[in-house]
């Protein structure tokens, strides 16, 4: 199974700040990345689609890089609503796994 | 608008048996791949299973293989997880998903039904 692991884990930072968040595959997953926003009691919503596609209605303050193993999403200026969890999951090979989130959260 | 409603979830005894199910609306459902994830109480998001626009492809993660069956009626408009010889650790939120791109990338996804496993 691939293996997604992201970093940091956690990252505390303040409305209008930028954040990087990064995902590492354990083997080479070509551009076959999507990224997932999450808040408490709310389903999964997808932000990024193969790597670097932005999804219909969310905010341009929001992109994603990447292609292989290592993989980006940026928040260029941090919003209240962005406070929330963000997983990286590879669409390459089942099963399709998940990286272990990162909890953003207010400084 | 695209709608998934899961329902089923509920307390269920170690080896006990479940079916949850996923009304689809808004969409033509026989025409996208579906998917189950579900995510244990405060922790990450795990993928179950997919399945192909007319049932004839199933994927499983390993650890339900045997176990767990994903099936559709497009007739219907609904997505199956049945749940066999339930375990502790299947305990979570299940969600079931549309996936549209590539893989398992999912655009749409349920509010989730909650299973518990516990004597």
């Known amino acids: 199974d691939i293996q997604m692991t992201q970093s940091p884990s956690s990252v505390s930072a303040s409305v209008g700040d930028r954040v990087t968040i990064t995902c590492r595959a354990s083997?080479?997953?070509?551009?076959?990345l999507a990224w997932y926003q999450q808040t408490p009691g709310k389903a999964p919503k997808l932000l990024i689609y193969t790597a670097s596609n932005l999804q219909s209605g969310v905010p341009s303050r929001f992109s994603a890089s990447g292609s292989g193993t290592d993989f980006t999403l940026t928040i260029s200026s941090l919003q209240p609503e962005d406070f929330a969890t963000y997983y990286c999951q590879q669409a390459n090979s089942p099963p399709y796994t998940f990286g272990q989130g990162t909890k953003l959260e207010i400084k | 608008e695209v709608q998934l409603v899961e329902s089923g979830g509920g307390l269920v005894q170690p080896g006990g048996s479940l079916r949850l199910s996923c009304a689809a609306s808004?969409?033509?459902?026989?025409?996208?791949?579906m998917n189950w994830v579900r995510q244990r109480p405060d922790k990450g998001l795990e993928w179950v299973a997919n399945i192909k626009e007319d049932g004839s492809t199933k994927k499983y993660v390993d650890s339900v293989k045997g176990r767990f069956t994903i099936s559709r009626d497009n007739a219907e408009n609904s997505l199956y997880l049945q749940m066999n010889s339930l375990r502790a650790e299947d305990a979570a939120i299940y969600y079931c998903?549309?996936?549209?791109?590539?893989?398992?990338?999912?655009?749409?996804w349920g509010r989730g039904t909650l299973v518990t496993v516990s004597s």
């Open positions: 083997q080479d997953i070509s551009n076959y």
């Open positions: 998903a549309r996936v549209v791109f590539f893989g398992d990338q999912a655009d749409y």
């Open positions: 808004g969409f033509t459902f026989s025409s996208y791949w």
